[in-house]
Structure formats: C-alpha cells, structure tokens
C-alpha cells in the first residue's frame, strides 16, 4: 500500500528509524495484547472467534453476554423466528413480504448489537484515522452490504447454479471466513505500520521543530495530487469495508436457502438486504461513538502543544494495533480450534 | 529479551482470555426423543438419540443431497450427512450429558447414524454407547442440551421424550423440560442480574432423571 512504498523509499540513513519505527510497532502491539488479555480475563473474551457451528454449519456465530446481552439474544431469536416464519408464509401469501422485509431489518439491527469483528475494525480504524461522521456512516453501509451480497453470492453460486451440498457451502463460507480474519490482520498490519511513522514523526518534531522534515512521517510536506490521496482514501475504505463485511453469517446463508427451497428467492435477496441496511444502522451507531470519542480526544489534546500531538498519534496508533491484535486472535483462535 | 517476555506473557494472557463460552442465538431447532439403552444384565449401556431438525435447518442441510433428482431424499442420498453430523459431533460433547451417581460419564463414538425425511423435516437417530457400561443403582441423569445454544434443543411432548429400552423391572423415569425460549428469557428479565448468562443453559437443560431399585 502506499505507505510501504513510502517506508521502503527510506534513505540508508533511515535504517535505523525503519527498526524504531518496528519497535513502536511491537511495542503498541504489546500493550494492546496485554490489555486485551487482561480485559478478556475480566469479562470474557474480546475477540475470540465463536465456537464453531455444529451440524455443518461451519460457520460461527457469537451473542452478547450480560443481562443486556440475554435481552438481545431474546429479540434476536424471536426475529430470527419470524424472519423464518415469513418465508414461510409467503409462500401463501405474497402479502406477507413488506412484513419479511421488516422482519429482517429488525433482524439486522439487533443481530448486530451482539459481539463481532466487524464493529471493532470500523471503530478501530475511524479512531485511527478519521474522524468524520460521514465517513463512519458510509463504512457501516459498505460493510454491511459487502456481507449481504457475499451470502447472496455464496447461495446463488452454490446453491442455484451448482446444486450442490451444504458441505461444498460450508468449505467456502470457512474459507470466505479465514480470508476475512486474513484481511483484518493485514488491515491492521497496514494501518499500525503507518501509526508507527506518524508517532515517530511527530516526536521527531517535539524534540527540534525545526528539523528537516523526517522521512519516516507520514504526512507529506509536498502534498501528493488531490487524486492520489482521494484514491488511497477510496482504497483505505475499500480495505475496512471488505475485512469489516465479507464473512457472511450463518443466519442469512439458512434463510436464503430456505427461500430457494420454497421457490421465493428473489424475497429471500430482499429480506437479506433489509437485514443488511438493519445491520449498518446498528453498526453506525457504534461506529459514531468511535467518531465522538476521537473528536473529545482531539478537543482535549488540543492546546497543549507537542505533548497533546504526541498523545493523539499514540492514541492512534494503539488503535490500529488493535485491529492487527483483533486479526491475529481471530486467526489464532481457528488455527486453535481447527 | 524483557520485550520478548512481556510479548509471551501476553499471548498467554490472550490465551486464557480466548476460552470462555460464548452463546449464540439458535440458528437450528432441534425436537428431541431419547432412548435410554440397557443391556441384558441391566447396566446402562448408551443413549440412542432422535433428533428433528426445523424446516429451514432442513432445507440447508439436504440442498444438492437429491443425486437422483425424484424430489425426495431417499436415506440412501442422506447416509454421508448422516455419517458426517454424528461423527462432528463430538466436537460438541454430543449435546449429551449422562450422569451415574453425579459423575459424568464417557460416550464411545456414535454408531447407526441415520437420517429420513419426514414432509418438510430431516431427522437423524443414532446411537451414544457409552466407553464403560454403567449400572443404573443410585440415579442416571440425562441432560441434551447445547450450552452454546446455538442449536435449541426441546423435547418431544409427553413421557415418550425419554423412555427406557430394555430397562430391569420398576426403573423409572422424571422428565424436566426447558421452558418456552420467550417465557425463559423474560424470567431472566424479571431477575435481572439474578441470573447470568452461563446459566441459561442450566436454565433450558433437558434433562431425565432415572431411578432403577
């Protein structure tokens, strides 16, 4: 990515600020490790990959935990219910689609209040790097449509085109899902390599702000064509909204099938698209609390000079160290159930 | 080499962090009847399961299973299925929890896994031997459930739920069913904070307990 060109663009010089820019690197990625763990211990795990699913449904799925969270298990499995049962009915009565839309839509909104990486990735990265409501709003849309139309994909290849079994389907949904876990983590190598520059950066300046621009920072003193950063922007949200969305869930891929089967699957595409737009409602909430507490960071780093620059790009850095950690865990944790 | 440390201490950290159980909504409905097998000198010797999955769990799991394509599925085309889920299944324990005296007990590997199509749904029977035959002096209790709850597990109505093959003479059986999933999780509602979500497997537990003179 375009960081890395920058980084291997480094003058002979800059070696030994390319190990400490790997130090700070390793560093972040420690600490948020640590306090992962630590949190984990405390309250139960914060990324670890559901149990995978049985009966060959290969696929995971996770619920919230706590009082809050057996509530929204509750409505989740009514709706999911429902959102059967709407299929069903349709199958008699073709009125019975507003309502199987609606279904889903709740569906989506409280199936993505549970736990799940996706949440973490977009917050993750709105804290590391943007802060803009829109922005926020746009990514939870992306991502929730990414995985909305992988399940379609998925089903329409396997099922309609191929005919072929819940097992072939399960191969590629748990491929689909490494490559997911694959994504976050490099996303999130990707980011925390860029963090790691700017934390150097903007301490370089602290020390002597009138040294020579460091070649390890990351903003550029000659600024790159209005396109180039636009495109590296478009990429960047390309990037977190594939590793935040492709892993499809196991509620869609079933309702799809079950749709085909009664001949409906057209409603079922539907009823799946209204799931996602309830999912990115849900997601952009989570993802506006990122945006306002990066805001309220910012107001309060604002005024105090180099030491308040410093602790922002730690800030951001340590975000971007969560989203590797947040990679590497999920991977760790199929690798150690596989 | 202190860098290094801290980075193991944290990967292990993350590592216990990593293995607590999580629940999931129930994705597969499963209505459940068991049979309680004894072998002729009166031990228990295993659990012989009847599992009906939901329409929709049905439609996904037999999609592309149809080889002839007469729009029915014979056992024949459910066999590999069948094989398939008994054989992954003890990656999950089972779903079976049988208890001699209070201690719980080993299965051995399912045996005559079976699937059939009834209308709309599949079923899959097949039999839990247990590694040691037990002997049923004292109480056997049997629990199906999913801890997890991704699968939601209920019995079938009425005493036939849980019934004994082959049992000696005067065993009897108590059935204690989950509750409706709605009415459940209101109770938790009700006692927010009484109850924590680990328990709700507890809470939806089927379970028999047998009693045999």
């Known amino acids: 990515?375009?960081?890395?060109s920058n980084a291997s663009a480094l003058p002979s010089a800059g070696r030994t600020s390319l190990w400490r820019r790997l130090g700070i690197m390793l560093a972040a990625i420690t600490v948020v490790a640590a306090a992962m763990g630590l949190i984990g211990l405390w309250l139960g795990p914060v990324s670890k990959p559901p149990p995978r699913s049985p009966f060959g449904i290969g696929l995971r799925e996770a619920a919230p935990s706590g009082n809050i969270g057996a509530w929204i298990l509750s409505v989740q499995s009514e709706y999911y219910a429902s959102l059967r049962a709407g299929v069903r009915e349709m199958k008699e009565n073709g009125a019975a689609f507003v309502s199987l839309l609606l279904v889903g839509f709740a569906y989506g909104i409280f199936h993505a209040a549970g736990p799940g990486h996706g949440k973490g990735v977009i917050s993750a990265y709105l804290v590391a790097d943007e802060k803009a409501l829109r922005k926020a709003f746009l990514l939870s849309l992306a991502a929730a449509l990414v995985?909305?139309?992988?399940?379609?994909a998925i089903v329409a290849v396997v099922s309609l085109?191929?005919?072929?079994?819940?097992?072939?389907?399960n191969s590629i949904a748990l491929n689909v899902e490494l490559a997911s876990f694959i994504a976050v983590a490099l996303l999130g190598a990707v980011i925390t390599w860029r963090k790691a520059g700017k934390v150097l950066g903007v301490m370089a300046l602290a020390r002597n702000p009138f040294a020579a621009v460091q070649e390890n920072c990351d903003h550029a003193h000659l600024p790159p064509p209005e396109e180039l950063s636009r495109l590296t922007r478009w990429r960047d949200m390309a990037g977190v909204a594939l590793a935040a969305g492709i892993r499809p869930c196991a509620g869609a891929l079933i309702v799809l099938v079950f749709a085909l089967s009664q001949g409906l699957f057209a409603a079922g595409v539907a009823a799946t698209f209204a799931m996602a737009l309830g999912t990115a409602l849900t997601t952009s909430a989570i993802a506006a609390l990122a945006v306002f507490f990066k805001a309220m960071a910012l107001r309060l780093a604002g005024g105090r000079g180099a030491s308040g620059a410093i602790a922002i790009a730690g800030l951001e850095l340590l975000a971007a160290a969560f989203v590797l950690v947040l990679g590497l865990s999920l991977l760790y944790g199929l690798?150690?159930?596989? | 080499m202190t860098r290094h440390l801290g980075l193991k201490s944290a990967l292990t950290v993350l590592g216990?962090?990593?293995?607590s159980p999580v629940i999931a909504h129930p994705h597969v409905w499963v209505t459940a009847?068991?049979?309680?097998?004894?072998?002729?000198d009166g031990k228990v010797t295993g659990v012989r399961h009847h599992w009906t999955f939901d329409e929709a769990y049905t439609a996904?799991?037999?999609?592309?299973l149809d080889k002839n394509g007469d729009g029915k599925l014979a056992p024949e085309e459910l066999q590999e299925l069948a094989d398939e889920n008994a054989a992954s299944l003890n990656e999950f324990d089972y779903f079976t929890?049988?208890?001699?005296?209070?201690?719980?007990?080993?299965?051995?590997?399912p045996r005559e896994a079976r699937m059939t199509m009834e209308k709309t749904q599949v079923s899959m029977s097949f039999l839990l031997p247990l590694k040691a035959p037990v002997a049923p002096t004292g109480a056997v209790s049997v629990e199906i459930e999913d801890p997890t709850f991704f699968v939601y597990f209920s019995l079938t109505e009425g005493q036939a739920a849980i019934s004994l093959a082959n049992a000696p003479q005067g065993c009897v059986t108590s059935i204690a069913k989950a509750k409706p999933l709605d009415t459940t999780m209101q109770q938790i509602l009700q006692d927010e904070g009484a109850i924590q979500p680990q328990d709700i497997g507890i809470e939806y537990s089927n379970r028999a307990i047998i009693a045999c003179p």
């Open chain 1, 1 to 4: 990515m375009s960081l890395m």
């Open chain 1, 147 to 152: 995985q909305a139309l992988v399940a379609i």
């Open chain 1, 161 to 169: 085109m191929l005919r072929a079994t819940a097992s072939t389907m």
């Open chain 1, 335 to 338: 690798w150690a159930t596989s």
């Open chain 2, 16 to 19: 216990f962090g990593l293995s």
């Open chain 2, 33 to 40: 009847k068991a049979e309680i097998v004894f072998a002729p």
């Open chain 2, 60 to 64: 996904y799991v037999t999609q592309g």
């Open chain 2, 97 to 109: 929890v049988l208890k001699a005296r209070g201690k719980s007990q080993i299965f051995d590997t």
